[in-house]
């Protein structure tokens, strides 16, 4: 079965370039031409990623992102008009995997189409734990105890990377791998990750080490 991505633009212009470029990659696609019509086919159909913009009128992509984000943890590529942080800070916040800015190429689109379903894919090694942390892969599950933790397939890839290497320090590009992953993309990601686990009691879960990188904490409760 091929991979199918859903394109939520309020451009038609767009939405074919976006449709062009995803289908001679090799996927199938969906559009959607404004955030409602998206969130119809969100739960109901096998989507495996979302291409969505944020600068739709009625609903705008970080409203759309939330609602989607209510009800699935499908990896989500924002397109925006503008390279503006506060913008990526917000849409990270809401569970976002990754931004291309407008005008895009196709060539890059389809490069980090590719690299945030590569990240979903269980890798060799099922199972991982450290403290009260653990890893299943083959789920894609991660859980603090008998708490789920729900993370983007993003922010997955980027905890398994660090509890794989429990004693090691990495830097950004040791997290970054072979993933179109950008330094300032990678800290927020890492702050998601902090603030969720903080949510369900582990608050070391990753510590900086200041001038080098991060590392997995102690993966400790209160």
């Known amino acids: 079965m ?18 062009i470029a995803a289908e001679a990659a090799g996927f199938e696609t969906i559009e959607a031409a404004n955030g409602q019509i998206a969130l119809t086919h969100i739960g109901r159909e096998n989507i495996d990623l979302v291409v ?16 989607i984000r209510a009800k699935s943890n499908v990896p989500i590529l924002f397109l925006t008009a503008q390279n503006d942080e506060i913008d990526r800070v917000s ?9 291309v800015s ?8 389809v490069l980090r189409i590719k ?7 269980p890798q060799q090694t099922p199972s991982l734990q450290h403290g009260v942390l653990s890893i299943d892969s083959t789920r894609h ?39 179109a992953l950008s330094g300032r993309t990678i800290d927020s ?13 582990c608050h070391d879960i990753v510590v900086t080490v200041h001038g080098v990188g991060v590392k997995l904490g102690a993966c400790s409760c209160e």
């Open 52 to 67: 969505l913009d944020i600068g739709m009128p009625q609903m705008d992509g970080f409203e759309c992102c939330r609602q």
């Open 115 to 121: 690299a945030i379903l590569a990240r979903g894919k």
């Open 102 to 109: 407008k005008p895009f190429s196709p060539r890059e689109l």
């Open 141 to 179: 599950s991660c859980r603090i105890l008998d708490q789920e933790l729900n993370l983007t397939a993003t922010e997955f890839s980027l905890l398994k990377i660090l509890l794989s290497r429990p004693e090691h320090v990495l830097d950004r590009n040791q997290l970054a791998g072979n993933n």
């Open 91 to 99: 849409g990270f916040q809401l569970g976002a995997d990754d931004f």
């Open 189 to 201: 990601h890492l702050r998601n990750i902090r603030h969720k686990a903080a949510d369900l009691g």
């Open 2 to 19: 091929k991979t199918r991505i859903l394109i939520v633009d309020d451009e038609p212009k767009i939405r074919v370039n976006v449709r």
